[in-house]
């Protein structure tokens, strides 16, 4: 093969990388390419053969963050879009370009009252990238919807498709991200089904006691109701930049810490909401859902905005530390014991009473007995509050879990990342680990 075929793709020089992603942080590629068909995928693969180059490839930036240095090898940025529809009477299946943006792929579904990935407004990103780390928030992932996802093998030169079960999806994780195939497949489509009938199913408690608030209104007042649905359905649709996905974020300061309920929705609750929401139109349900998403991201400066610093972050830094019984069990031993012998941050800067007294740590109880504890009560706990800053990075001043960009470098970030690791660590024997990709 020539560098005749080679120039299809376009490759570009030094290309600056952090202006590609929303932390806003890393060097430049040394070799850059734009790929507008996964056609073009194979002679990508024979460039990189041939010059012996790394390759990384590059959605929609939300979840990575390079090297001071940059990349030295060729960047692959994954831009070819598209949305095949195939309807049958209440299932709508979806083929969705990995390049298309995921939120537009939402409000392209919310528009026609489409149900599944309403929860998952809003978040930044490519739509080829949400399987990788099975993206979730509000109650939702997008494993609960993934019928198949379509791949180039990097390895073979070939192309594969994977069913849902195939993809091995788990909390934050899949077959994608792990060590062991990590980089081998680049996603090329992703085959998606949704409700035709948009049902309002909410499962995240703060979400739902939200929305309880919002339909009680609606419907004590028929003026107001139909207000309510114009104003909404404008602001679902006109929101300006895109919220990322958040993790738990509890603010705990004292020395004994509530038990976090926002994630827990009782069965009265979901009945409730079924039965306020049952006058609507599936489209209506979805826009309401929509809006109310929206809304909560933007109270915690979780909407891209170029006038809040603290929006230059990559989302939740740190996924929420999934425990065995037994391993809850020796967490509660640590924390009561560091409060009991006067150890804890929080006991030493924010106790006004028994020191003794036991921690109530906040958790979300999974199958199997395991829980899922919240890594921004953890952080919070170890000293780290909202709006602390070091040499030019820091903790987001409205939620606990994102770590911004303020003017530093990834060197200094990833001396943040470090220096909160360890803490925890010390404190609590749990080591947090993080979302976004550290390419070096």
């Known amino acids: 093969m020539t560098e005749f075929v080679f120039q299809e793709l376009n490759i570009e020089n030094n290309r600056p990388l952090a202006p590609l992603t929303t932390i806003g942080l890393g060097g430049a590629a040394r070799y850059y390419c734009a790929l507008q068909s996964p056609r073009q995928l194979p002679v990508a693969r024979r460039y990189c053969e ?54 537009e792929f939402v409000a392209h579904c919310v528009a026609r009252g489409w149900g ?107 003026n107001e109701q139909a207000d309510f649905r114009v104003t909404r359905a404008s602001e679902s649709d006109g929101q300006a930049g895109a919220p990322h996905a958040t993790g738990t974020e509890q603010a705990g300061r004292s020395s004994t810490v509530s038990v976090d309920t926002r994630q827990s929705q009782s069965d009265k609750e979901r009945q409730r909401l079924r039965e306020l929401s049952a006058h609507l139109s599936p489209v209506e349900r979805m826009q309401t859902v929509r809006a109310e998403v929206l809304r909560l991201r933007s109270g915690k400066s979780m909407v891209i905005d170029p006038e809040d610093p603290d929006t230059r972050s990559c989302g939740s830094f740190f996924m929420n530390p999934e425990l065995s019984a037994d391993e809850f069990a020796a ?12 150890n804890s941050p929080e006991t030493r800067s924010d106790s006004h009473g028994d020191s003794a007294a036991d921690v109530a740590i906040p958790v979300f109880h999974l199958p199997d007995m395991r829980v899922k504890v919240p890594a921004a009560w953890l952080m919070e706990y170890c000293g780290f509050r909202k709006g602390y800053t070091r040499n030019g990075v820091g903790i987001s001043r409205s939620h606990a879990l994102a770590l911004v960009n303020r003017g ?28 976004p990709l550290l390419p070096d």
């Open 50 to 103: 041939q010059h012996q180059l790394p390759v990384f490839v590059l959605g929609g930036g939300s979840n990575v963050v390079f090297a001071d240095g940059g990349f030295a090898g060729l960047v692959l940025h994954v831009a070819w879009r598209g949305i095949d529809v195939k309807q049958q009477d209440a299932q709508v299946s979806l083929r969705v370009a990995a390049g298309e943006p995921w939120d």
């Open 331 to 342: 967490l509660k031993t640590r924390i009561n014991s560091n409060a009991r012998s006067d």
């Open 408 to 435: 530093g470098s990834t060197a200094d970030l990833r001396a943040l990342v470090a220096e909160i690791q360890e803490r925890v660590c010390s404190l609590t024997g749990i080591v947090l680990q993080p979302e």
């Open 116 to 222: 599944g990935v309403e929860c998952l407004s809003g978040i930044p990103g490519s739509t080829g990238a949400t399987p990788v780390q099975n993206v979730g928030a509000y109650g939702q992932e997008v494993a609960d919807c993934i019928v198949a996802v379509e791949c180039f093998d990097w390895q073979t030169n070939s192309a594969v498709t994977f069913t849902r079960e195939e993809c091995r999806f788990a909390y934050r994780d899949s077959r994608f991200k792990s060590s062991a195939e990590k980089g081998r497949f680049i996603i090329t489509h992703v085959q998606f089904q949704l409700s035709a009938r948009g049902p309002l199913d909410v499962r995240y408690g703060e979400l739902s006691r939200r929305l309880l608030d919002r339909l009680e209104a609606m419907n004590s007042n028929t």
